[in-house]
């Protein structure tokens, strides 16, 4: 067992547990996290991603020692319900989620490629998006609010 420290949607948090434990576990379990979500286990779906110091991860397969010292940043610490992210708002005024289990994944993702390519073009997008799954089919949907959030940010 080891403490391992780090800052969660802009709190300090600290966590006791086995180091190589998944980070997907320690938010949920340990913190009480609602998202992310346990989709695949092996890093293929997406559900699981959270940005570490601004990056986009899949904290399934990311062990809890390598949080330490870093910022998180989970779905619910992108925005708030009184200030949503764009990409949050977006995803409500296009109706994209169906069973949302997927909606973490897809949200987290997008808003850390905006953020490093806001100009980035439908092609560049798709790339970016290519690894995550919905099993309810709402790409078309999902491609949609991600641009009506990318015009919003612009």
Known sequence: MATVRF???????S??????????YALRDELKQD???FGCGVAQCGACTVHVDDEPVRSCVLPLSAARGKRVTTLSGLGTPQKPHPLQWAFVEEQVPQCGYCVNGWVMTA???LKKNPKANDAELR???????CRCGTHVSILRAIKRAQAAMA
């Open 111 to 113: 808003a850390a490629f």
């Open 35 to 37: 998202n992310p979500h």
């Open 7 to 13: 800052t969660l949607n802009g709190k300090p948090v």
């Open 15 to 24: 966590v006791n547990a086995e180091p190589d434990m998944p980070l997907l």
């Open 127 to 133: 790339e970016a998006l290519a690894g995550l799954k």
